[in-house]
Nanobody
């Protein structure tokens, strides 16, 4: 079993920055997991934000965050980050990190929620105008 713990959410003014962190545990010796960030705003469906392969060599982003958000991982610390800059009120949502343990250890950065096996509890990000 894998547990994912998000942190770093909070209240920020438009134009500000936040860095979200995700700490996987439970399979600490296994680093071959692709990671994704998703978000869900009130009354809306969960949507893809960004993803990174287990190798760190492949990333993908939703069009709405390209150029503003950056996903990264530190394998030595077993952490995944989402740096969010130039935040907008429409970025307000609960942000979830997700982990995929791919068959065949395929490194990929999937935007499909159904590809991920484990999910965190989420962290609230609120951007005021």
């Amino acid at each position: 079993q894998v547990q994912l713990a998000e942190s770093g959410g909070g209240l920020v003014q438009a134009g500000g920055s936040l860095r979200l962190s995700c700490a996987p545990s439970g399979r600490a010796s296994d680093t071959y997991y692709n990671m994704g960030w998703f978000r869900q705003a009130p009354g809306k469906e969960r949507e893809f934000v960004a993803a990174i392969s287990w190798s760190g060599g492949t990333t993908s982003y939703a069009d709405s965050v390209k150029g503003r958000f950056a996903i990264s991982r530190d394998s030595a610390k077993n952490m995944v980050y989402l740096q969010m800059n130039s935040l907008k009120p429409e970025d307000t949502a609960v942000y979830y990190c997700a982990a995929e343990f791919p068959e065949g250890l395929v490194p990929r950065a999937s935007s499909m929620a159904s590809d991920y096996n484990y999910w965190g509890q989420g962290t609230q990000v609120t951007v005021s105008s």
